[in-house]
């Protein structure tokens, strides 16, 4: 019995150890300070944890046979390679210019007001705190990493593997001359090695001018956390960008609820909305919206053109890999909203958006 516990005590605190002291998963230690600052800025912080709006459950029981629609009859990974190609993005865009290359899954290099702008980069195999296991990515990235422009602005939406990987950022740091995040991911980011000085965090419904551009951070429906017992520690949120010329939405990680149409009220209609729409599951309707309620999403927002995103890269959930937006198209269907659907690394530029509307994951098997 002494034998038994010794034993379980050294994994106990071999495991406390890999958690505080690996880079990876980046232990969270905000000082009380700055948990005081989260209070005073932060409704939905109760000097802990962040919570949601509304009630938020993880997970729920399914009643046995259930099905969540599904349309497509693929594999949750393609069995061949994704095509992917190499992106065209202007050295030097213009102001009143905007263009994206969507890199899989929730990257986006987001040229606007003259900025590039990069959401959640997540450019290694795997989306794990561990280089050679976990989550695998089944689709190429586009770029060598020494082809990605200087980042003006390098947004992240949550602390999720899928959406903060610290090879990615310390690969990318050099050229990134600010990162704005939710409340309390700045640690997470010091942890990799990232100046504070560098970083903006920020609350819901707080916005950052930043030479002409205005970035707001928005509510979205999700959780937060790297190991069990992390959760809540850091807050997640949605993304508004905004100056004379466009207005994008980009939505984060996120369930359905109610922020949508505070969003569109304080907001108006959007030109063009990224949005979350796979990795569902009945059992977590909290956590992802299924494809209807994205479409339904998309039409609360006033979007004038959508970007299915948070597909293409990593299997999260067990739906195929393509049905999440095959089903979006269709729930859209009769809108008057066209679903944008460039390949990995293709770079649309605003004014000839409507061309990329060909369904080229139809033809992956």
Request: aromatic share 12%.
């Amino acid at each position: 019995m002494v034998w038994i516990i010794g034993v379980l005590a050294v994994i106990a605190l071999a495991g406390v150890l890999f958690v505080k002291l690996y880079p990876g998963i980046a232990d969270f230690s905000a000082s009380a300070e700055d948990r005081a600052d989260y209070s005073a800025r932060a409704a939905n912080y109760d000097g802990s944890a962040f919570q949601n709006e509304h009630d938020f459950q993880m997970m729920q029981r399914v009643v046995e046979g259930a099905v969540d629609g599904i349309v497509s009859a693929k594999g949750t990974t393609p069995q061949e390679s994704i095509p992917t190609m190499t992106p065209t993005w202007k050295t030097d865009p213009a102001e009143d210019e905007l263009s994206f290359t969507w890199l899989g899954h929730s990257s986006l290099l987001i040229q606007m007001h003259g900025m590039n702008i990069l959401f959640d980069p997540v450019f290694s195999e795997y989306a794990s705190p561990v280089s050679f296991t976990g989550n695998k990515r089944f689709s190429d990235v586009p770029m060598a990493m020494e082809d990605i422009p200087e980042i003006n602005i390098l947004i992240l939406t949550h602390d999720h593997y899928d959406h903060l990987d610290r090879s990615t950022i310390t690969a990318l740091d050099s050229r990134v001359k600010q990162y704005i995040v939710p409340l309390g991911v700045e640690y997470r980011l010091m942890r990799f090695g990232v100046s504070r000085e560098k970083i903006t965090n920020m609350a819901w419904w707080e916005e950052l001018e930043i030479d002409g551009l205005t970035v707001a951070c928005t509510p979205a429906r999700h959780y937060t956390g790297r190991y069990m017992i992390d959760g809540g520690k850091t807050l997640w949120a949605s993304f508004v960008l905004r100056d004379e010329h466009h207005q994008v939405f980009e939505s984060g990680d996120t369930g359905y609820d109610t922020h949508f149409e505070q969003i569109h009220q304080k907001y108006g209609d959007f030109d063009l909305v990224f949005m979350d729409g796979a990795q569902y599951d009945l059992r977590w309707p909290s956590v992802h919206m299924n494809p209807e309620e994205s479409g339904q999403a998309v039409r609360t927002l006033g979007a004038e053109y959508v970007v299915p995103i948070h597909w293409g890269a990593f299997r999260l959930a067990n739906h195929p890999w393509d049905d999440s937006v095959v089903r979006l198209v269709q729930a859209l269907d009769g809108s008057g909203i066209p679903v944008i659907t460039p390949q990995i690394g293709q770079t649309v530029e605003w004014e000839e958006i409507d061309q990329y509307q060909t369904r080229w994951y139809e033809t992956v098997k």
